[in-house]
């Protein structure tokens, strides 16, 4: 087999691109969306991840679809040859693409052999957990002996057959068209353009939409194991809060989306992070829990240690404040005074309340890009209200518990 980086796509569906229907593509989003209501009814963790991905068309360059990781372009009359529960499978592989990063991990790999294992390896995942429905009104790439397999494994497979395989009748089976290479369309769309910064914000964006769609879905969503297994490694006792923190910090920089539960923001702040244009900053709310099970000297640690955190940024500010009942000793810290956290005065010892939190943000109008609560997880009654803003719980004293909404992270000092 002789392969060339020209041709990763199929080359199939080419007569499909052209000028845009109007009437035809106001139908074809219609039924994207209808495919995605579908996807969060039946499976939650693929309808979550696919509502986060913009619906763009692409019917002037792209004779299928494709992903960057953020949004969904699609060609509305290639979407028009199929029915509702094969784009409920459509969109269930792009989001497997985001999600096993086909992006950033071709290395060295012949392009066109790697797309093809990559659509073996997604595709068999979404017949096995009975994600919408196989496509067969076109080709599609499918063979159940690669169940389990990952990408790079089918690859050594397919590589060591090289000579018995016709890679354009392959390519033709393609649903989709692969942007880990320069942009087609002029608009930056291809990952190719990313620089590494932009990738790795790109990774960590997705990384925390899985960790809430995986929420969301609870037992409810039928997941791939290779999903599973990423997100135990997110969020298994020993993940290192701290990563996900800043992780959840990156992810508000150039997002002008949102695929986490609604809050009641009007406007949104920017983060900043080395490299970035000055003039906008991170802002947090941390929340200590002191009930009487957590110690002044670990609430005094944690605090020291997102110092460490905020200190990788440029601008920020931390509203900082303890809890039981009620909360108390509200501060605010920023570049100017940040080491001044370490001698912040705890406060509390009785119950633990998170309604509290929740009323003091409304009376005063606080509206943070997070809300990080250092919590022992047992509150009295309600865990608060859930649709306020984005919120990260960092347990202590437990491994087991896990938030109803946001993400749950468990605090080792050691970690």
């Known amino acids: 087999m002789t392969t060339t980086t020209e041709n990763t796509k199929s080359q199939k569906f080419e007569d499909l691109v052209g000028k845009t229907d109007k009437e035809l593509d106001k139908k074809i989003r219609e039924r994207l969306i209808g495919a995605r209501v579908g996807l ?17 068309n692409a019917d002037t360059w792209c004779g299928t679809a494709a992903t960057d990781g953020r949004k969904f372009y699609y060609n509305s009359r290639f979407i028009d040859l199929l029915d509702n ?13 985001c999600c096993y990063d086909h992006f950033g991990r071709r290395g060295d790999r012949d392009p066109q052999l790697f797309n093809v294992a990559n659509d073996y390896a997604v595709n068999r995942d979404l017949v096995k957990h009975n994600v919408g429905r196989r496509i067969t009104s076109v080709p599609c790439l499918y063979d159940n002996k690669y169940d389990g397999m990952p990408s790079e494994e089918i690859y050594d497979l397919l590589y060591e057959n090289a000579e018995k395989i016709d ?16 942009s087609e369309d002029g608009n930056g769309s291809g990952t190719g353009n990313m620089s590494p910064e932009e990738r790795q914000e790109l990774r960590d964006e997705i990384k925390e939409a899985m960790l809430s769609a995986a929420q969301t879905a609870g037992n409810a969503g039928n997941i791939p194991e290779g999903i599973q297994r990423m997100i135990k490694e997110l969020t298994e006792p020993k993940m290192n809060w701290r990563e996900l923190l800043r992780q959840s910090l990156e ?5 002008d989306y949102s695929w986490m539960r ?32 957590i110690s002044h000297e670990t609430a005094r640690d944690f605090l020291s240690e997102v110092q460490g955190i905020m200190d990788s940024f440029i601008a920020f500010k931390i509203h900082v404040f303890t809890f039981d009942t009620e ?19 705890i406060h509390g010892g009785g119950g633990t309340d998170f309604n509290c939190i929740f009323n003091y943000l409304v009376d005063d109008a606080i509206e ?13 009654d309600s865990w608060g209200d859930e649709n306020y803003c984005e919120t990260l719980f960092v347990a202590h004293g437990t491994d087991s518990i896990v938030a109803p909404y946001g993400i ?8």
């Open 327 to 345: 909360v108390y000793n509200p501060q605010i810290y920023d570049s100017d005074n940040l080491d001044d956290i370490t001698d912040y005065e």
């Open 408 to 415: 749950t992270a468990y605090y080792d000092k050691e970690a």
């Open 40 to 56: 969060l009814l039946k499976n939650p963790f693929f309808g979550s991840m696919a509502t986060r991905l913009t619906l763009t």
């Open 85 to 97: 529960k094969e784009l409920e499978f459509l969109f269930g592989h792009e989001v497997l693409h």
């Open 167 to 182: 890679i354009n009748d392959l390519l033709d089976q393609m649903i989709d068209e692969h942007l880990d290479g320069e």
């Open 251 to 255: 992810s508000t920089i150039k997002a």
């Open 262 to 293: 609604p809050n009641r923001r009007s406007s949104a702040y920017e983060a900043i992070i080395p490299g970035m244009v000055p003039g906008e900053e991170v802002d947090i709310v941390v929340a200590l829990d002191m009930s009487g099970s």
């Open 368 to 380: 943070p890009e997070r809300l990080v609560i250092f919590t022992d997880m047992y509150p009295w």
